[in-house]
């Protein structure tokens, strides 16, 4: 009987055979693929938790950083910017992963039927070895791929068990805070929600604490204890993330790429860039136009 590993391994050869994430049929479901080590990738994550199954990483939120390998869960369970790379990874023994995406009307459902607390305390992001309840409930889920007419009748009820024992386990803590209607990370959420839609628009403040049901003071507070950043500063990490994206994937210059994102000074951009990703896009694109020709 295929394992967790080799139905991942499977799926991410047929979907990604060169590495990367490659999507499933079911939406908050990818799988992780790598055949050797990455550079830095910066990124700011939407709630998730990651099953390594091979392979290992890193990831940094601010100045703590994780390790985790095979048999270890990262869970993320708020929007918070992180830099992540691949550690161990090979064409023999590639770096493979399941992720998926934590659903808050999930969580909020099955904490009621619950009946537990939020912990408002519990830290955002963390890593621990993977259930067995888990790794089981995972399993189900990517067999489900090799019977395309049960997904419609059963992803639903197999995406709601893993969100149980994602619950039920070691970081049921910290993703209980999702489930908190009028708690502050609901709230935060719905700012970050425009946010990521309207990056590349100005934001009045005022309107997103509006939308946070806070004032405007109390938001910032409430926004960088969720997102370790303030409002501007998240919105400007969307727009360079995005800028990279662009340019080193679609070949876009870098003037077209900053305004595209929202930003009116290129130079302005360009400074802000190197600050982040510790080269000015002009250097860092042609160094990968360099890598790809002598590949």
């Known amino acids: 009987m295929s394992t ?3 139905l991942v391994r499977r799926h991410a050869d047929a979907h990604a055979p060169g590495g990367g994430i490659a ?6 479901l990818s799988t992780v693929h790598a055949l ?6 910066h990124d700011i994550q939407r709630p998730l938790a990651c099953l390594v199954l091979q392979g290992a990483k890193e990831v940094t939120m601010g100045a703590r950083t994780l390790a985790f390998a095979a048999g270890d869960t990262l869970v993320i369970a708020a929007d918070v910017p992180t830099a992540s790379r691949i550690v161990r990874a090979s064409a023999a023994a590639p770096y ?3 992720v998926l995406e934590i659903d808050p009307a999930v969580v909020a459902d099955l904490v009621a039927d619950m009946d537990v607390a939020p912990d408002t305390g519990a830290p955002p992001i963390g890593v621990a070895p993977t259930d067995d309840e888990l790794a089981e409930a995972a399993l189900q889920l990517m067999r489900l791929l090799d019977r395309p007419s049960a997904l419609p009748v059963l992803q639903g009820q197999r995406v709601r068990e ?21 708690g502050s990370a609901r709230r935060v959420a719905r700012a970050v929600a425009v946010l990521r839609a309207e990056y590349d628009r100005p934001l009045p403040v005022e309107r997103l604490a509006a939308l946070s049901d ?12 969720a997102t370790s950043l303030t409002p501007l500063q998240f919105q400007k990490r969307l727009r360079l993330i995005e800028a990279r994206r662009r340019m080193l994937a679609d070949g876009v210059a870098a003037s077209i790429a900053a305004h595209g994102v929202g930003y009116a000074s290129v130079p302005q951009f360009t400074r802000e860039y190197a600050r982040m990703f510790g080269q000015p896009p002009a250097r860092e694109t042609g160094a990968a136009r360099q890598r790809a020709q002598i590949m």
Do not use: E, Q
């Open 4 to 6: 967790l590993l080799d």
């Open 162 to 182: 893993a969100h149980y024992w994602l619950l039920a386990g070691r970081h049921g803590p910290a993703i209980r805070r999702l489930a908190w209607p009028n």
């Open 214 to 225: 806070m004032s405007v003071s109390a938001f910032h507070v409430h926004f960088r204890a």
């Open 23 to 28: 999507a499933t049929p079911i939406p908050s």
């Open 96 to 98: 493979c992963s399941l």
């Open 36 to 41: 050797a080590p990455s550079g830095l990738g």
